[in-house]
């Protein structure tokens, strides 16, 4: 077995020539804990190729099974585990299902940008509920 690779030095100024994301420790602990099954942890790798932290996208199962080497099925089923734990957001229903990453696991941008999304987020739920608070009506 090899050692673990200490962490490299990233001098300053430098631009990595691809896109990258930062996680926290006890994300990756609660993903460790609480993930069951393999095809929803490689979806959980995979995803922020895919999607987004702030946007709604499309996902194509099929294309999702293929690059990980599983079935259309497993996938639908790793994708309703995550969206179970919150590590995703769904709006829509039947083909018409558009995604998002929650924001408890990661991020792609700066501090100032994490919580400016954070407070529209609450403001966009706030304005979606009725007087009674809880989606019924009053």
């Not at 959980?44 to 895919?50: D, K, N, Q």
């Not at 932290?53 to 294309?63: F, V």
């Not at 079935?71 to 998002?100: I, T």
Request: some cysteine; aromatic content about 10%.
């Amino acid at each position: 077995m090899s050692a673990i690779p200490e962490p490299a030095y990233i001098p300053t100024g430098f631009r990595f020539p691809w896109p990258w994301c930062v996680m926290s420790v006890p994300a990756l602990e609660f993903i460790a804990s609480q993930v069951r099954s393999s095809t929803a942890l490689r979806l959980l790798l995979i995803l922020p190729s895919r999607l987004d932290w702030r946007d709604w996208r499309q996902l194509n199962q099929s294309e999702l099974a293929s690059t990980i080497h599983s079935y259309q099925a497993n996938v639908s089923r790793g994708l309703k585990e995550l969206l179970a734990l919150g590590m995703l957001e769904r709006r829509g229903a039947g083909p018409r299902q558009e995604w998002r990453l929650t924001q408890t696991l990661g991020w792609r941008g700066n501090v100032a940008s994490f919580a400016a999304e954070a407070e529209r987020r609450k403001k966009t739920k706030a304005a979606s509920l009725d007087d009674w608070g809880d989606g019924t009506a009053a």
